[in-house]
């Protein structure tokens, strides 16, 4: 069956950076996008970036423009998000989806998420 | 960006109930419109696209409509298993953007 695995929960004080991992198996990882979702605590859905695992082109959320660089590895199935200059608002879950819209857009598999968390 | 509305934001209901929950897209969306469902401590689950289309495996109680800027999500007899929070979100182009949510809990 479709899995998509998350790293584990990170700490990390305002500035820093941080890179999460999501291991996709069960399916063959080119033919869909991934695409990145947090939720803040008690709050709602946010769409963060999408990346075409098939040629890595990506597309952004307006607000992490240039804060936010995801990647993949086809050899591994891995897909990454790293975030860069954090603040207290970034401390949320981040979720890895499989993103199977016809251009993208549509999440059908969820990574079981990673917490972070953003405090000094 | 296009915004997504959601009424109501909490829904009280007892088993059995038909529940509707709407969502507002502030522009024309077609039907580039799915629904996903989420229990606490839980990752959201894929339910409709497309706007009515259930996902493989979604129980027939559920259902979508709508197109353009009005979309609703009907349960037409409320399970102990359905009491979640449920989020519209629309695909139709960069950036997605999801409804703040509906919690149905138990009246």
């Known amino acids: 069956q479709v899995q998509l695995l998350q790293s584990g929960p990170e700490m990390r004080e305002p500035g820093a950076s941080l890179k999460v991992s999501c291991k996709a198996s069960?399916?063959?990882?080119?033919?869909?996008?991934i695409s990145w979702v947090r939720q803040a605590p008690g709050q709602g859905l946010e769409w963060l970036g999408w990346i075409s695992t098939y040629d890595g082109d990506t597309k952004y959320a307006h607000n992490f423009q240039g804060r936010m660089t995801l990647s993949t590895e086809t050899s591994t199935s891995t897909a990454y998000m790293e975030l860069r200059s954090l603040r207290s608002g970034d401390t949320a879950i981040y979720y890895c989806?499989?993103?199977?819209?016809?251009?993208?857009?549509?999440?059908?598999?969820w990574g079981q998420g990673t917490l972070v968390t953003v405090s000094s | 960006d296009i915004q997504m509305t959601q009424s109501p934001s909490t829904l009280s209901a007892s088993v059995g109930d038909r529940v509707t929950i709407t969502c507002r897209a502030s522009?024309?969306?077609?039907?580039?419109l799915a629904w996903y469902q989420q229990k606490p401590g839980k990752a959201p689950k894929f339910l409709i696209y497309?706007?009515?289309i259930l996902e493989s495996g979604v129980p027939s109680r559920f259902s979508g409509s709508g197109s353009g800027t009005e979309f609703t999500l009907t349960i037409s007899s409320l399970q102990p298993d359905d009491f979640a929070t449920y989020y519209c979100?629309?695909?139709?182009?960069?950036?997605?953007?999801f409804g703040q949510g509906t919690k149905v809990d138990i009246k």
């Open positions: 069960g399916y063959t990882f080119p033919t869909f996008g």
């Open positions: 979100q629309q695909y139709d182009g960069f950036p997605y953007t």
């Open positions: 989806v499989r993103d199977i819209g016809a251009v993208a857009g549509l999440f059908d598999e």
């Open positions: 497309k706007a009515s």
């Open positions: 522009q024309n969306i077609n039907t580039w």
